[in-house]
Structure formats: C-alpha cells, structure tokens
C-alpha cells in the first residue's frame, strides 16, 4: 500500500516538516496550497495522502493536530460545498502518537473537527504544526511530527472500532478523550456550530466514506447546543445507534 505525503512549497511549517522527511520515498513538494490541493489523488498515484502543513489561528497557542479534510457546509477554503474526504486510518495511531514524542508537553495536541479542503476521494488526513510563525519554525516540533509521519508508513492501518463524534467545539475535547483513552478510533467530527447543517445526507457520507466500519455516533451531550432534539430525532429517524459521550468514557475510567 502507498502512502503519498504531501508538501506545499507555500508552507513554512511544512517546509521544516520536509527537511526531516526528504529522503523518504513518496513525499512530494507541490506549488499549490494544501487545501487547494482538489484531486491530486488524480495526478499522484497513491492508496493514502497524508498532508504535512501549518496550522493558524488568533490564539497563536503551540500545537500539534491532526484531522480529516472536508466540509460540512459551503467550501470557503478548498474543496467541495457539503463534501467530505474518505476519512484515514493513520489518525488514531498519529494522534497517540504525537502525544508520546511530546514529551516536555511544550505543544497541545487535539484531533481537529473537519473543516476545509482540498477533496480528495482516496483516504487523507492532515497533520498540523501551530499556531503562528514561531511555532512554525521550531524545528523541534517539526521533526516531532516527521517522525510520527515515519512511524505511521512503517505500519499497516490499524482496523479499531471506529465511530464518528457530533458536537463539541473546533479543537474536540471529547475527541481527545476518546482516542487517547478508548480503544475506539474516529473517523469524522461534527462540531456544534455545523450541526444546523447536519442532514441524512450528511449522514449518509459519513457511514460510506468512513475508513472502517462506523460502530454508533457518539454524541458531546452538553456539546449540543440548541441541535440537540434535531440530532437526536435525526438519528432515531435513520435508525442509528447512538450513546452519549459519558458512556463511553467511564467505561474505561
């Protein structure tokens, strides 16, 4: 199985990231943007992508994320309006990952809801170094995430139980909690502030662009906000199983 990991040449963060990476096989330097990068599983041959880049945000705090690409809602940074990207099997095993090799806990690391492009149709994740230019620059945090990226190629993806989180903000506590924690994995996130938007639809791509088999939804309870009937009528209406996040979680206190 090939895993194609892509570098735009545009990318501070990344360009540090390939520094660490340049004599492992199948890693490419393009021109465009990341998230600009719409089916570039067309002209790179490859059963994953895995995308190395920057993450920026107002809060500039350092971390080290990981997520799945796509868009619950129009496509305002690359991609497809209401289009999600076939979800990765790498990013329980990046996140635990990222989570050891940082060991003097300089950066925060978190699995990021899904949010922009580019679309793909082969499996993708990104891996994220944030959040401003100094972080960027940390050639330590760099090789931190090359060496995850090394260590997940050297691996077969990993078949966990897989299921999929709604609610909950951007940078998903819940999430966190579950991955680290559990031995679920997840392969899409629906924040709170996207599930105005959440339809069957929606839900349909989720259950078949899902990299394993979707084993329930999980839902942030208090993370629902004012769509809580509306979610939980929808997945009743689809036949859905569903537990709350405090279910999940205990079990394995």
């Known amino acids: 199985m090939k895993t194609a990991v892509i570098i735009s040449k545009k990318d501070q963060a ?23 990068c719409d089916d570039i599983d067309k002209k790179i041959k490859a059963d ?6 920057k993450h920026q945000s107002v809060s500039g705090k ?19 309006n209401r289009t ?7 990013l329980k095993d990046a996140f635990l990952l990222l989570k050891r090799l940082n060991k003097d806990k300089k950066y925060e690391v978190s699995v990021e809801a899904v949010h922009h492009g580019p679309f793909l149709e082969k499996p993708v994740m990104f891996i ?3 959040s401003s230019k100094e972080e960027w620059d940390d050639k330590d945090a760099a090789k931190i995430i090359a060496n995850v990226i090394k260590e997940v190629l050297k691996k ?7 299921v999929i989180v709604l609610g909950g903000g951007h940078y998903n506590v819940v999430s966190n909690k579950i991955l680290e924690r559990t031995e679920y994995d997840i392969s899409y996130i629906c924040p709170k ?46 036949k859905l199983k ?4 405090s279910e999940i979680l205990t079990t394995y206190e």
Request: proline share 2%; hydrophobic share 35%; aromatic share 12%.
């Open 48 to 53: 994953n992508f895995i995308f190395a880049t």
């Open 84 to 90: 999600l990207c076939r979800s990765s099997g790498y």
């Open 156 to 162: 077969s993806v990993k078949r966990y139980k897989t």
């Open 128 to 130: 994220e170094l944030g």
């Open 193 to 238: 502030h996207y599930l105005e938007v959440l339809d069957e639809e929606m839900l349909k791509q989720v259950l078949e662009k899902s990299h394993n088999k979707v084993e329930m939804f999980v839902l942030d309870y208090k993370g629902l906000g004012k769509s809580k009937k509306k979610v939980i009528d929808l997945l009743n209406k689809m």
């Open 14 to 36: 990344g360009i540090n990231i390939y520094e660490f990476l340049k004599d492992l096989e199948n890693v490419y330097l393009v021109e465009e943007e990341s998230i600009y």
């Open 62 to 80: 350092p971390c080290l994320l990981v997520h799945i690409p796509g868009n619950w809602d129009k496509a305002e940074l690359g991609g497809r």
């Open 242 to 245: 569903y537990v709350k996040s």
